[in-house]
């Protein structure tokens, strides 16, 4: 039986992506270009630039991504794109040249939410992982615990009442003096140190789903400023340790006080964050000690990419349909979530 091929596009923010996607699950290609070098000395994504640079890498990553997949355009069986949500500038240079190529080939088009992409990262080359599944997505923008009952069903169970996870990683890292991003920094600086700031013992939105983590971000600015006040050395590594076990213990929390009460085949990580060295080992350790199955990507599918897009496009492709070519950038684009 013929391989259903989809070719992905992600260019929700900074990385421009494509991929080429078997069934849903094998990956044949997922190209890459990074932006980093670009931003690195803003401490920050810089929207017009971020669309710029994805307007000159769209066509060689794109004619890259069907060579290093042996195929030819002809063979693609479906387009997916990521629609939202993202930086309205990059999206709208990905969703142009997939609509493009589906127009010129008479392809099915499919636009896929970037938080949806996420989760599915983890099913590629991964057969035996079906719903329903328990999944934390945990990036520089989004901090969701979502239930999928079945593909394309979701009950989003919590979310980020203000900055995301990895947002006070980049925030905490430029007090601290390190570089961007954020969170490799912080996470390289932590290993070895200290994590025993008392002050960093977070309750935050108890009994809740939700997550915040300002008021984190704010408790060590206000101790940074303390010590320079009264001019005292900071033990960076120590408050970067403390500032990360804080924001495990927060999401980790609910994440297993979530997996007792929903019952899931598996535990999910994904997003930029779920690459965190510290965060996966508390994981692993504890669903081993509760007897639970627990996956996150491989690192190289933990940041943004196409091929998650492409896997998630098939699924939305099976159970919704073809998008239309009357597909928009939606910078707010909300995961459709189901009540029961």
Not at 122 to 128: A, F, T, V
Not at 175 to 195: C, Q, T
Not at 260 to 273: D, F, I, K, Q, T
Request: aromatic letters at 8%; proline letters at 4%; charged letters at 20%.
């Amino acid at each position: 039986m013929a391989e259903f091929l989809t070719l992905g596009i992600e260019t929700s923010c900074d990385e421009t992506s494509v991929a080429v996607v078997a069934d849903g699950r094998k990956i044949k290609s997922n190209l890459i270009a990074s932006q980093l070098d670009l931003h690195t000395k803003f401490g920050g994504v810089v929207p017009e630039l971020a669309a710029r640079c994805h307007l000159e890498t769209m066509l060689p990553v794109y004619r890259k991504a069907l060579a290093e997949a042996g195929v030819e355009l002809e063979a693609i069986d479906l387009i997916a794109v990521t629609q939202g949500p993202g930086l309205i500038g990059s999206l709208l240079v990905g969703i142009s040249f997939a609509k493009g190529l589906a127009l010129a080939g008479n392809i099915p088009l499919v636009g896929v939410n970037h938080i949806e992409g996420h989760i599915y990262a983890n099913i590629l080359e991964r057969p035996e992982l079906e719903p329903p599944l328990l999944c934390l997505t945990v990036s520089g923008g989004h901090t969701d615990l979502v239930y999928m009952k079945d593909w394309g069903r979701y009950q989003l169970l919590g979310s980020t009442r203000d900055d995301a996870a990895g947002e006070a990683f980049d925030k905490v890292a430029r007090v601290l003096g390190l570089e961007y991003p954020g969170g490799p920094a912080i996470d390289r600086i932590a290993k070895g140190a200290g994590d025993d700031l008392q002050f960093m013992q977070s309750k935050a939105m108890a009994g809740s789903y939700d997550f915040s983590f300002s008021g984190l971000k704010t408790a060590v600015i206000n101790y940074l400023n303390r010590l320079k006040q009264k001019g005292e050395t900071v033990d960076i590594p120590l408050v970067a340790a403390s500032f990360q076990r804080t924001v495990v213990e927060q999401l980790t929390d609910k994440l297993f006080r979530a997996a007792r009460e929903y019952p899931a085949n598996a535990l999910l990580l994904s997003g930029g964050v779920s690459a965190n060295s510290y965060l996966r080992e508390y994981c692993r350790r504890e669903a081993d000690r509760l007897g639970m199955k627990l996956y996150y990507p491989p690192l190289a599918l933990c940041t943004d990419n196409a091929a998650m897009i492409a896997a998630a496009g098939y699924y939305v492709y099976r159970s919704s349909g073809a998008s239309g070519l009357d597909l928009t950038a939606q910078p707010d684009l909300k995961l459709a979530v189901v009540e029961n």
